[in-house]
């Protein structure tokens, strides 16, 4: 799914299995300042903050995003509590969700396309698109017409984007 939306747009690739990042301890109401884990959450958190066009892409696991991508937007937390400009700093982007699963997918990841329209209204984002596919072993999805077909259009439209504004240098993928 990923190649097929971003072949020939300048982007930013991050797998999120390539990197550690820890689950959030809340420490939002314990009146001590907040302990920094050393994990690899503020690289990539710095990397999200640059980006205009971000890219979630995830299986469906039990109804919901992977927990790799949960632990990375759950931690959003914690910078919403030691860096007062966050929310600003995150305004702004523009959003992609891609979906894949094989259990009824298109009908039982709309949880998941509702919980990413409430993460943008909270951030200032604007949700541009979303596709779920229907695939449960790697490459599947290639056989989903339907989703193909959607990915190409928004492949097209990304690459007038970088064409009319210049490189998305800054494009990342998550």
Same mark, same amino acid.
């Given at each position: 799914?990923?190649?097929r939306?971003?072949?020939?747009?300048a982007?930013t690739?991050?797998? #999120? %299995?390539d990197?550690?990042i820890?689950e959030?301890?809340d420490?939002r109401?314990?009146?001590r300042?907040?302990q /920094?884990?050393? +994990?690899?959450?503020?690289?990539?958190v710095?990397?999200?903050v640059?980006?205009?066009l971000v890219?979630?892409?995830?299986?469906?696991?039990?109804?919901g995003?992977?927990?790799?991508?949960?632990n990375?937007?759950?931690?959003?937390?914690e910078? #919403? %509590?030691t860096?007062k400009d966050f929310?600003v700093k995150m305004?702004?982007?523009?959003?992609?969700?891609?979906? /894949?699963?094989? +259990?009824d997918?298109r009908v039982?990841?709309?949880?998941?396309?509702?919980e990413?329209h409430?993460?943008?209204?909270?951030l200032?984002?604007?949700?541009?698109?979303?596709v779920?596919?229907?695939?449960?072993?790697?490459?599947?999805?290639?056989e989903d017409?339907?989703?193909m077909?959607?990915?190409?259009?928004l492949?097209?439209r990304l690459?007038?984007?970088?064409?009319?504004?210049?490189?998305?240098d800054?494009?990342?993928?998550f």
């Amino acid at each position: 799914m990923i190649q097929r939306l971003l072949t020939g747009v300048a982007h930013t690739g991050i797998d #999120l %299995a390539d990197y550690q990042i820890n689950e959030i301890v809340d420490q939002r109401h314990t009146g001590r300042k907040w302990q /920094v884990d050393h +994990d690899d959450y503020q690289s990539l958190v710095s990397k999200l903050v640059a980006a205009d066009l971000v890219v979630f892409a995830t299986p469906i696991y039990w109804y919901g995003v992977s927990g790799l991508l949960k632990n990375f937007i759950d931690r959003w937390s914690e910078s #919403l %509590a030691t860096d007062k400009d966050f929310k600003v700093k995150m305004m702004g982007k523009r959003i992609i969700i891609l979906l /894949v699963g094989s +259990d009824d997918p298109r009908v039982k990841g709309q949880p998941i396309i509702a919980e990413f329209h409430y993460i943008c209204d909270f951030l200032g984002w604007k949700f541009t698109a979303s596709v779920i596919a229907n695939g449960h072993r790697p490459l599947d999805v290639v056989e989903d017409g339907r989703a193909m077909a959607t990915l190409g259009r928004l492949n097209q439209r990304l690459q007038t984007i970088n064409q009319e504004m210049g490189e998305l240098d800054e494009s990342t993928l998550f």
